[in-house]
């Protein structure tokens, strides 16, 4: 993967030997050419060597928007190559990857299936910054999702349970005697349903895009060819 400076198959002799012999002298000249990485500009909201801690940090800035600033556009294709676009809720960033929860029967969750790949993108508003986010998914239906479902209102729970997601429905009255009658049947404490859980969405790409004045705006992608690679980071033009 070609990363910030060039590899030693585009350089002249001239650049090898500066290389070589004298790397401070080449760093300043690999500074200046449009090859060249400043990565020493990658300060103030882009600065750090772990790309989840920054997107925690741009997360938790992220809480003046007024709803749900965890709020992803989350994009899978479907078994033609359509691409698909929907908003669900980004409920954690760990060390290594983004969680969401939904429905496993849902059409997004037979499109994460069958593809094992998923993107993503956050906007803030306020912020004027964006984040996105490219890799494979992986199931979370666990602990950590039997967690999550019980830190859920009773009623959230519930409706999990009432909604055949993404299928049709004859109408609100009947998907409400629905919820009535799993009220009925699951009482007070419902356990996470068979058909409902996590995905964690383990990054290949991540993107940071700040406004900038003019539409000259700041990007940095980070990117690796798995999640055992190193990152490598380059600025992209705006
Ligand atoms: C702000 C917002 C957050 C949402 N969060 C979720 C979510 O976390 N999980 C979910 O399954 N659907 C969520 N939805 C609903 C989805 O956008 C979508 O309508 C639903 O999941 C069905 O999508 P599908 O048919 O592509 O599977 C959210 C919608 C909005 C507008």
Not at 206 to 231: K, P, T, V
Request: hydrophobic residues 40%; contains cysteine; proline residues 6%.
């Amino acid at each position: 993967m070609f990363c910030g400076l060039p590899g030693p198959a585009r350089l002249t002799m001239v650049e090898i030997r500066y290389v070589v012999h004298r790397p401070q002298v080449w760093l300043s000249i690999a500074a200046e050419s449009p090859y060249g990485s400043d990565m020493e500009k990658r300060t103030g909201i882009f600065a750090g060597d772990d790309p989840f801690v920054i997107a925690r940090s741009w997360l938790q800035a992220a809480d003046v928007e007024a709803n749900d600033p965890n709020a992803v556009a989350l994009a899978t294709v479907d078994g033609e190559g359509l691409p698909n676009v929907r908003m669900v809720l980004l409920k954690e960033i760990e060390e290594d990857a983004f969680v969401f929860y939904t429905n496993y029967q849902s059409k997004k969750a037979q499109e994460l299936d069958a593809s094992g790949k998923a993107a993503f993108v956050m906007h803030w508003k306020s912020l004027r910054r964006q984040i996105r986010v490219r890799g494979e998914i992986i199931r979370e239906d666990g602990p950590l999702a039997d967690a999550y479902f019980l830190s859920r209102s009773l009623k959230s729970r519930l409706g999990a349970w009432a909604s055949k997601q993404s299928t049709p429905l004859s109408s609100r009255a009947h998907l409400m005697a629905k919820v009535a009658k799993i009220t009925a049947q699951k009482g007070l404490n419902p356990a996470r349903p068979p058909f409902w859980g996590g995905y964690r969405l383990v990054p290949t790409e991540i993107e940071f895009w700040s406004d900038g004045a003019n539409r000259l705006h700041d990007r940095f992608l980070w990117q690796r060819n798995s999640s055992e690679s190193a990152w490598c980071i380059q600025r992209l033009n705006p």
